[in-house]
């Protein structure tokens, strides 16, 4: 497998995969090929934009997009997305993605990553598996409209 920065030229097969994941089973959305690329243009197109794809062969298997922004203590990462082709899943590249994403933020001076994600599913369990906590005293809020 190969870890390499993502670029403008891998978002078309991205937002295939996207679909794929998160209209799927535990979020059933109701992504398409237009708007899953438009979520992960606006990703791409952030300032301080940070991503990674993970290939075997020519086969794109997962990636992980997001984006610094600065805070008191240094660059935090606010990772916006992550996902991994469906039936790649349970064979350690969300966790590879993860290793190589921290190393390229360490880099950088990053002093943290943030994140959102489904409370109590297999998407919790695995950012845990991977050594993050849930913040004690932060919640997020939201309003629809």
């Known amino acids: 497998m190969k870890v390499e920065k993502l670029d403008v030229r891998h978002l078309k097969e991205c937002s295939l995969i996207y679909v794929e994941t998160f209209n799927g089973e535990p979020w059933n959305d109701k992504w398409d090929t237009t708007t899953s690329y438009k979520r992960l243009e606006d990703i791409y197109n952030t300032p301080?934009?940070?991503?990674?794809?993970?290939?075997d062969d020519e086969k794109l298997l997962g990636a992980v997009?997001?984006?610094?922004?600065?805070?008191?203590?240094?660059y935090m990462y606010n990772l916006k997305e992550m996902f991994v082709k469906q039936d790649e899943k349970g064979k350690g590249i969300g966790s590879l993605?993860?290793?190589?994403?921290?190393?390229?933020?360490?880099?950088?001076g990053t002093t943290s990553i943030s994140l959102f994600t489904s409370?109590?599913?297999?998407?919790?369990k695995f950012y845990m598996k991977n050594g993050y906590s849930q913040e004690e005293d932060m919640i997020m809020m939201c309003k629809s409209l």
């Open 48 to 55: 301080g934009f940070v991503g990674l794809v993970v290939y």
């Open 65 to 74: 997009l997001g984006n610094l922004e600065q805070w008191f203590e240094g």
């Open 97 to 108: 993605l993860m290793m190589e994403l921290e190393k390229s933020l360490s880099q950088l």
């Open 119 to 124: 409370k109590g599913d297999l998407t919790e």
